[in-house]
T-cell receptor
Framework: GDSVTQMEGPVTLSEEAFLTINCTYTATGYPSLFWYVQYPGEGLQLLLKATKADDKGSNKGFEATYRKETTSFHLEKGSVQVSDSAVYFC???????????FGSGTRLSIRP | GAVVSQHPSRVICKSGTSVKIECRSLDFQATTMFWYRQFPKQSLMLMATSNEGSKATYEQGVEKDKFLINHASLTLSTLTVTSAHPEDSSFYIC??????????FGEGSWLTVV
């Protein structure tokens, strides 16, 4: 079946470091891919999305490219800040489907 | 961007009582809404999918008589936890799907049953 696999956390980085959070997926069709961010004690916020192969989603300095050949949607940011500390969820959704499939989440902690 | 609002954000109730959580899509019509439960430091667990005007579809293991879901309009879904017990204490999150097939989440509701 369809699934999403994220790198296990926690990931701890120093401020201004380069960030990569890996996400790979298994899908029988052509889903849309999403990254959501959850700050402590809050709900999920949509960070970025891509709806087809080679699309790049970007927001707040974060980027992710929909790679069909490697079935990946890795999240990157060139210079992280303490305020980026949160849990990040990768997810996929088919346009015809009734539910979104999440990865297990990756906790990111940024040291000042 | 689209906004989904949940209310209340925090609620404390006594064991044996019922509590209702509302989920509203503020600037779009949501034919489908989802309810999740999240345990500390864990991912979201889908409880049920709610379609406007029809019965909710519950995930395996979720008691439909305990977690009543109503989706009476295109902008409102409610989750009622009936006869709550301390083990029902959790973070409950709703989400709504817009016409562009993007899912937006509410802010979440902390339920504490004492």
């Amino acid at each position: 079946g369809d699934s999403v696999t994220q790198m296990e956390g926690p990931v701890t980085l120093s401020e201004e470091a380069f960030l990569t959070i890996n996400c790979t997926y298994t899908a029988t069709g052509y889903p849309s891919l999403f990254w959501y961010v959850q700050y402590p004690g809050e709900g999920l916020q949509l960070l970025l999305k891509a709806t087809k192969a080679d699309d790049k989603g970007s927001n707040k300095g974060f980027e992710a490219t929909y790679r069909k050949e490697t079935t990946s949607f890795h999240l990157e940011k060139g210079s992280v800040q303490v305020s980026d500390s949160a849990v990040y969820f990768c997810a996929l959704l088919y346009s015809s489907a009734s539910k979104i499939i999440f990865g297990s989440g990756t906790r990111l902690s940024i040291r000042p | 961007g689209a906004v989904v609002s949940q209310h209340p954000s925090r609620v404390i109730c006594k064991s044996g009582t019922s509590v209702k959580i509302e989920c509203r899509s503020l600037d779009f019509q949501a034919t489908t809404m989802f309810w999740y439960r999240q345990f500390p430091k864990q991912s979201l667990m889908l409880m049920a999918t709610s379609n406007e005007g029809s019965k909710a579809t519950y995930e395996q293991g979720v008691e439909k008589d305990k977690f009543l879901i109503n989706h009476a309009s295109l902008t409102l879904s409610t989750l009622t936890v009936t006869s709550a017990h301390p083990e029902d204490s959790s973070f409950y999150i709703c989400s709504a799907r817009d016409q562009a097939n993007t899912i937006y989440f509410g802010e979440g509701s902390w339920l504490t049953v004492v």
